[in-house]
């Protein structure tokens, strides 16, 4: 069994000799599947920014709050902790359904570092972003595969909310650029079982790629359905939310031509990749969740909200705001900067190679804006 101690309880009081943050992620749900990973990976840069000193010369505790229920509950939940004092920060992976209910709630109030991959166009004073937006890491993707695979046709399977039907409408546009179409699309509750109509939908819309734009476990379940029906032998498939603990739960059976676009791949073989393992490893032991983009996300939104708190030398969230275009900071995806509340980072295209990714290049970003 990994080593994991167990977190501080959400109940704690305020304690003026710690920075309370709240890590909001998703304990069930269909993103569930990768929120071990993302709880320990936030742990362990904690861990490293209390090593060093903590922020403001306090502790930084997390406090975990369970984004995978309604985000009208989280709002609420998270609120409350603000205003008892409890949290001075928030951070974390979550939908973007959550953080458009949380951000009017909080952001005037503590730093928000948002971690997830999101549709782009978020620009709330106080909020912050981690993690790839369409144009950085859909648009070169879509435009590699119709230049190397010549694929026109794609079918778009999302799940049924902002996230996927912003980015889809984007997605629109990024098709035409090169030479394409959009043949299809069908949005889809989150907790879907049946992916049937949708496969039959696929058949006859003579697509030859599939984006998908599915969350967690529900893209598993496509996955093995996809592969099934046989039309992974027929379609590619591009994904801007797979981790390695969703290829591992699909099966090498159902990953066959499947891409993914993310500015962090396990599989990459740098230093700060290499040296992000060994410090995972060394922590937790051989047996913890496998390492992601998703998780390590969260990482990165720890590292950042205590370097834009450190910068500022206050938790006053217009002063954070004025300071965040001087902000950098260190982590596994290199030494990173901020522009417009953005983290500007690499972006790589992948493809499955059974339950691993074979990193194929890093993508060109010329031009790109969040």
């Known amino acids: 069994m990994f080593r994991h101690d167990p977190p501080a309880p959400e109940w704690f009081t305020a304690d003026a000799s710690a920075l309370g943050v709240a890590l909001v992620f998703p304990m069930q749900g269909p993103a569930g599947i990768f929120g071990p990973a993302c709880e320990l990976c936030a742990q362990l840069a904690a861990e490293r920014v209390n090593r060093a000193g903590g922020v403001l010369g306090r502790e930084l505790r997390l406090v975990p709050v369970d984004g995978g229920v309604s985000p009208r509950q989280i709002a609420d939940h998270v609120e409350a902790l603000v205003d008892l004092g409890v949290v001075q920060g928030v951070t974390g992976w979550h939908i973007s359904s959550v953080r458009q209910a949380l951000a009017p709630r909080i952001a005037h109030r503590v730093p928000y570092v948002y971690t997830a991959l999101y549709e782009g166009g978020e620009h709330t004073a106080g909020v912050f972003l981690t993690s790839e937006t369409p144009r950085d890491q859909l648009r070169p993707a879509m435009g590699l595969l119709a230049l190397e695979r010549r694929v026109r046709r794609w079918f778009v399977v999302g799940n049924d909310y902002v996230w996927p039907r912003r980015t889809a409408r ?201």
């Open 170 to 370: 984007a997605a629109h546009s990024f098709a035409r650029e090169s030479g394409g179409s959009i043949a299809g699309e069908v949005y889809l509750p989150l907790g879907t079982h049946d992916f049937d109509p949708v496969l039959r939908h696929i058949e006859r819309s003579d697509a030859d790629a599939v984006l998908m734009l599915l969350v967690g476990s529900d893209a598993v379940r496509f996955n093995r359905a996809f592969a099934a029906r046989g039309l992974d032998a027929r379609c590619l498939r591009l994904s801007t939310l797979m981790d390695e603990n969703m290829l591992m739960a699909s099966g090498p059976s159902a990953t066959a031509d499947l891409h993914s676009t993310a500015g962090f791949f396990a599989s990459l073989a740098n230093r700060d990749t290499l040296d992000f393992h060994g410090e995972y490893a060394d922590r937790y032991g051989i047996e913890a969740p496998a390492l992601g983009s998703l998780g390590e996300s969260c990482y990165e939104g720890v590292l950042l909200l205590a370097a834009l708190i450190g910068r500022a030398g206050t938790l006053e969230v217009s002063a954070i705001g004025a300071a965040a275009e001087t902000v950098s900071y260190e982590g596994p995806r290199g030494l990173l900067h901020l522009r417009g509340s953005h983290v500007r980072q690499r972006i790589y295209l992948a493809r499955a190679d059974g339950c691993d990714f074979d990193v194929l290049t890093e993508l060109d970003l010329h031009g790109s804006r969040p």
